[in-house]
C-alpha cells in the first residue's frame, strides 16, 4: 500500500507560480510512476502531467505544457508540481496518483492505469 498526500494549493492570483508536493509513505518509492491529475468543480477529473519511476520521461497535457514542470525526489518520497504563469482555468483539486511500474521509462497518463490516490489539494486562481 502506498499513501499519498498533497500540499501547497492555496489562492494565488494568475500569473504567479504555485508548486504543489507528494509525500509518498511507500518503502520503495522509486518503483511507481506517479501522476498528477486535476478535476474542476462540474468537470471530470483530467491528466495533468506524469512522471516515469526514474524521473527520466515526463508528459504533460496540451493545456499546461510549458508553464508546469513535473519533477521527482525519490530518496525523499516526493513528487513536485512547479505551476508557473497560473491562470484562472487552473482552478481545480489537484491529486496525486502512484502505480507500480514494471519499466523505469513508462509514464501513464490514465486515471485508470492507478492504483493509489491522494486526498487533494485545492488550488485556486483569481484573474
Known amino acids: 500500500q502506498v499513501q499519498l498526500v498533497e500540499s501547497g494549493g492555496g489562492l494565488v492570483q494568475a500569473g504567479d507560480s504555485l508548486r504543489l508536493s507528494c509525500a509518498a509513505s511507500a518503502g520503495t518509492f522509486s518503483i511507481y510512476a506517479v501522476g498528477w491529475f486535476r478535476q474542476a468543480p462540474g468537470k471530470e477529473r483530467e491528466f495533468v502531467a506524469a512522471?516515469?519511476?526514474?524521473?527520466?520521461?515526463?508528459a504533460y497535457a496540451d493545456s499546461v505544457k510549458g508553464r508546469f514542470t513535473i519533477s521527482r525526489n525519490n530518496a525523499k518520497t516526493t513528487v513536485y508540481l512547479q505551476m508557473n504563469s497560473v491562470k484562472p482555468e487552473d482552478t481545480a483539486v489537484y491529486y496525486c496518483?502512484?502505480?507500480?511500474?514494471?519499466?523505469?521509462?513508462?509514464?501513464?497518463?490514465?486515471?485508470?492505469?492507478?492504483?493509489?490516490w491522494g486526498q487533494g489539494t485545492q488550488v485556486t486562481v483569481s484573474s
Open positions: 496518483a502512484a502505480v507500480f511500474s514494471r519499466f523505469v521509462a513508462t509514464v501513464q497518463r490514465g486515471l485508470s492505469e492507478y492504483s493509489y
Open positions: 512522471i516515469s519511476r526514474g524521473g527520466g520521461n515526463t
